[in-house]
Every structure is written in C-alpha cells, then in structure tokens.
C-alpha cells in the first residue's frame, strides 16, 4: 500500500525557510515521478514544484529561485527546501507520487499524480 507523509512545516517570518520533507512507502521509489502541490483557504490547488524518476525538475514560476526539490531515494524521501518564504506561499502542502511513470506530461498538474500525503501546513507572518 502507497503511503506519503509530509512533515516538516511551521510557522516563519517573511525571508524565513522551511524544509518540508515527504516518506515515501509501498512502492519502488526511484521508479516513479513525485510533486509537491499547495492550496490555500479559498483558492485553487497549485503545482509547486515535481521531480521525475531521472532527476528532472520543473518548478512554478512563482518559486523559481526560492523553492528546491530534491529526493534521497535511499531514504525514499522527497524534500521541499523553501527559503524567502512569503505570506503569500501561505498554504497546506501535499506531496504526490505517480509511482507507474517515469515522468510525466504535465509535471505540476494534480491529475498526473495517483497517491497524495495528508498534507502539512505552512504558515509565513508579514
């Protein structure tokens, strides 16, 4: 059985980081593509940055240059490292996994994705 769970975030100040981290189970981790996806109260969910089973990342213009995906497939974990967080990023964060692909068309549309974490919550203070 897939299983995804997020940790990792908190409450910062504007120009803080946080790392957020997903453990990945129940699938051959390094054979699939993953992304991590935020939503905020009242708004849309939004592709924020994936990583394809070669290391190919694709990034939303709004993180570019701020957010950085990484994984350790040893310990079949993903990381989100986001620094110069600002309220706007405000937003409980979800990893996706797509464990049958490679990669993906549409990295950071959700439908790309078949499993989901529970998410964790992040909070940035202007």
């Known amino acids: 059985q897939v299983q995804l769970v997020e940790s990792g975030g908190g409450s910062v100040q504007a120009g803080g980081s946080l790392r957020l981290s997903c453990a990945a189970s129940?699938?051959?981790?390094?054979?699939?593509?993953m992304g991590w996806f935020r939503q905020a109260p009242g708004k849309e969910r939004e592709g924020v940055a994936a990583v394809d089973s070669d290391g190919g990342t694709t990034y939303a213009d709004s993180v570019k240059g701020r957010f950085t995906i990484s994984q350790d497939n040893a310990k079949n974990t993903l990381y989100l490292q986001m620094n110069n967080l600002k309220p706007e990023d405000t937003a409980m964060y979800y990893c996706a996994a797509q464990p049958f692909r490679r990669r993906v068309n549409w990295p950071l549309f959700g439908t790309e994705y078949m499993y989901w974490g529970r998410g964790t919550q992040v909070t940035v203070s202007s």
């Open positions: 129940g699938y051959t981790y390094s054979s699939g593509c």
